[in-house]
């Protein structure tokens, strides 16, 4: 765990003798009140010997009996003692911003505003995140109902007369008008120069429903903003009152290009708080599916972008490959996209036969594959025209943004999770971590075709070592908190009782909590589990790459043109199921 | 549609060559929403080749006769393809893919929609979390099928569809 040492965290006893120390099995937190945390955070982050320069989140959590109700929780990381901290305070309305401190807060905060309520004083401009300006309630409470409150009359148009075709409640939640949407755009922007332009919310170049504006003058953009939330379904809330296993089919649907990876990361979270222990197998059957997964979101991304800025035949290439990499994946976990294929304690099925020969046959042909792709773009005097200069990160941004992933990557910051906190079969494998030198698109394009090369050779490493381990057991069964098998349930009772405790009362995991994070190919997937002793999570934050690493899109378009921002949307690439959830 | 011996003369109704043409040269809106859209994309994309039915997918809801709703409509997101489905010109059908689009999916959440038939009407569910590609070329072949006997004069053993009149305010009460 990469938790900071507990004497140096004493060591800020002699600054802040208010500080509360808490140093649990999986986390080490301080504690400090309201009005001397920003004094904290700016001790943590410029103080040498602690050094806390990136950030990485920032989240509330509800307590409606304690006083004051609201904790806040930051979590930082020190790139150069490669630690990390979480610092909490109290609040019951306000709190100080951190926007001051690292930029990256500004929408973190406005998302604790339109979850919470919870008012940030010096914030630039406090907007609701997800939800429009005019929506009155505050979902993430305690007290509000996870179906919302259901106060408008809209039935079904395909009903047929008298006769209900379906059994539905025909009263639903409220839906804004385009007036009200209209506000919230106005609330975002100030019109300074010629027009605001909208891009999307549903265009066909801004990867799912993401909503620019742009403040134009000519056609350079002046200033910009970005609303999300068009396809915010409430994944935090609704987890609040699921079972630990019940919650893996939505961290599918999170990120959807990479289900699995966004699995493993979730999964893992969880073991480490119940204290499970994966067998051997399916922590190689892990690795290899989540660098399956990988190469199969960059060709993705690969075919998406250069669809966008014009290159149609890479769309058709990269698909062709896309379709063989989900052969195998169904093969392997039964369903294309979402697969929902690991378990607390291992992985759903064992390997089928024939699989790995599969999987070997892909590894000899691909490699011929992305020399094709290469041939085509990487000295394309469009491809360089388009990509080159565009969108340049600096170190300086990685950590005031909390960019991780490729983008901090193409900056030159070697931020990989799978090598700094390596899970699964990580450390045993063995791999290369590209980094960038310019940080601009150019560089991005190339770490990710890197990138899949390096995948390729770690699922070699992986089915080398899955051939000698054909005999072993997916699924550590004999743990008290892991479901067992099919097989199991049928024919012993001792099973079955178990199996039906944890489906019914969940895992009930001990007090605490945890914040473990996953590489996926958009970035530092991190879930922050709060845990009260029950069968579900008290709250469970989800920290997205995506969202943290779009988030400097603005910053970087200024200046620019509007068909730049098609070219650094693509080499930010993120996806709107992870950035809204 | 008859050919009279071998003179190689057709004959038919205007009616006739509309619907065969229309179903024909389905052209729907590239719209993606969530994770139904990357099964979408794949299923316009070279293995399944929509292109062979006529399916060509248009940047412009002014271009297109189809509106394929795939993935989760949130309710933020309602107003706005409901305007996108009233900027595409007559005749026009809607293919709900999915079980979010359907009836909520697994969410039943305070932010979406449940169903995305309570504000624009839809001629084809297509089940599944999300639908395989084969699974929406069913669901395309269904629609065609539908245009087909709609011409035949057996629209009235369908469910009627109530077309919203007023189309500004989305709150009804």
Redesign the interface.
């Known amino acids: 765990m990469l938790w900071i040492n507990p004497q140096k965290a004493e060591g800020l006893k002699s600054a802040f003798p208010s500080l509360k120390i808490s140093h649990q099995k999986n986390s080490l937190s301080v504690e400090i009140d309201k009005d001397k945390v920003l004094e904290l955070l700016k001790y943590l982050k410029e103080n040498p010997e602690y050094s806390f320069k990136m950030f990485i989140d920032f989240t509330l959590v509800d307590y409606p009996l304690h006083n004051p109700r609201f904790q806040a929780v930051y979590i930082l990381y020190s790139p150069d003692y490669n630690e990390r901290i979480i610092v909490k305070t109290w609040t019951d309305e306000t709190l100080p911003s951190i926007t001051t401190l690292w930029k990256g807060a500004k929408w973190a905060e406005r998302e604790a505003y339109d979850m919470f309520g919870v008012r940030f004083e010096g914030h630039e401009n406090l907007v609701r995140m997800f939800l429009w300006e005019t929506y009155p309630y505050f979902p993430l409470r305690k007290d509000f109902p996870k179906e919302g409150i259901k106060d408008t009359y809209l039935p079904s148009l395909n009903e047929r007369d008298n006769i209900p075709s379906h059994d539905y409640d025909p009263y639903h939640t409220a839906i804004p008008t385009l007036e009200d949407l209209e506000i919230t755009e106005r609330k975002r922007i100030n019109k300074k120069n010629q027009i605001v332009l909208n891009w999307g919310p549903l265009h066909p170049g801004t990867h799912g429903t993401i909503w620019f504006l742009f403040d134009l003058e000519g056609e350079t953009i002046k200033d910009c903003d970005i609303i999300l939330g068009q396809l915010h379904r409430g994944i935090e809330k609704l987890a609040e009152d699921l079972t630990y296993t019940q919650i893996i089919p939505y961290t599918d649907r999170m990120d959807y290009i990479s289900a699995l990876c966004s699995n493993i990361a979730y999964v893992n979270a969880v073991e480490k708080l119940l204290g499970v222990e994966p067998t051997e197998k399916a922590k190689w059957i892990r690795t290899m599916m989540a660098e399956l997964q990988r190469i199969n979101s960059h060709l993705l991304w690969l075919g998406t972008t250069a669809l966008d800025l014009g290159a149609l035949t890479m769309f058709l290439y990269t698909f062709r490959e896309r379709e063989k990499l989900m052969d195998i994946i169904e093969g392997i976990a039964g369903i294309r996209l979402n697969s929902s294929f690991l378990r607390i304690g291992g992985v759903r099925y064992d390997l089928p036969e024939g699989s790995l020969d599969v999987i070997k046959h892909f590894i000899k042909d691909f490699p011929s594959r992305i020399k094709d792709y290469e041939d085509m773009l990487t000295k394309n005097r469009i491809w360089i025209r388009r990509n080159k200069d565009v969108g340049v990160v600096t170190k300086e941004d990685v950590y005031q943004y909390g960019l991780t992933g490729i983008m901090a990557r193409s900056a030159g910051v070697p931020y990989d999770i799978r090598y700094i906190q390596p899970t699964d079969a990580y450390p045993e494998v063995d791999f290369e971590i590209p980094l960038g030198t310019v940080g601009d698109a150019y560089d991005r394009y190339l770490l990710r075709m890197e990138e899949m090369k390096q995948s390729l050779n770690i699922i070699a490493q992986c089915v080398k070592k899955l051939e000698e381990l054909k005999n072993d057991k997916h699924l550590a069964t004999e743990n008290p908190y892991v479901l067992p098998t099919l097989q199991e349930t049928y024919f012993s009772i001792e099973a079955m009782v178990k199996d039906f405790n944890l489906r019914i009362y969940g895992e009930k995991a001990p007090k605490g909590e945890i914040y473990l994070s996953g590489e996926n190919p958009r970035g530092e997937l991190g879930f922050y589990i709060v845990s009260e002793g029950e069968g579900r999570p008290y709250r469970l934050r989800i920290r997205s790459g995506a969202f943290y690493n779009l988030q400097i899109f603005p910053e970087l378009i200024k200046g620019r043109t509007v068909a730049d921002a098609v070219t650094l949307l693509g080499s930010i690439d993120p996806v709107v199921g992870e950035t809204d959830r | 549609m008859a050919i009279t011996g071998n003179s190689g003369i057709i004959l038919t109704t205007v009616e006739e060559v509309l619907s065969w043409s229309r179903r024909n040269s389905l052209w729907p809106v ?6 139904c ?3 979408m ?2 299923t316009a ?3 399944f080749d929509t292109d062979r039915l006529g399916i060509i997918f248009r ?1 412009s809801p002014r271009q297109a006769d189809v509106l394929i709703v795939a ?2 409509v ?8 409901k ?2 489905y009233e900027q595409m010109p007559d005749p026009k059908w809607v293919i709900s893919m999915g079980g979010c689009a359907s ?1 909520g999916g ?10 995305v ?6 001629d084809v569910y297509i089940p599944g ?2 639908p ?1 590609p084969q699974a929406l070329l069913w669901g395309i072949i269904q629609l065609q099928k539908k245009i087909k006997e709609k011409k035949e004069g057996k629209e009235l053993k369908e ?6 009149t007023e189309s ?6």
């Open positions: 590239s719209i993606g929403l969530a994770c859209a990357i099964e994309m794949h994309a070279s293995r940047g993935g989760t949130v309710n933020k997101v309602a107003p706005m393809l305007l996108i009836g697994p969410f039943p959440t305070y932010s979406t929609l449940q169903g038939d309570r504000i624009i009407p839809v979390c999300p395989t469910i009627p569809i109530r077309v919203p500004k305010p989305i709150k009804q009460i």
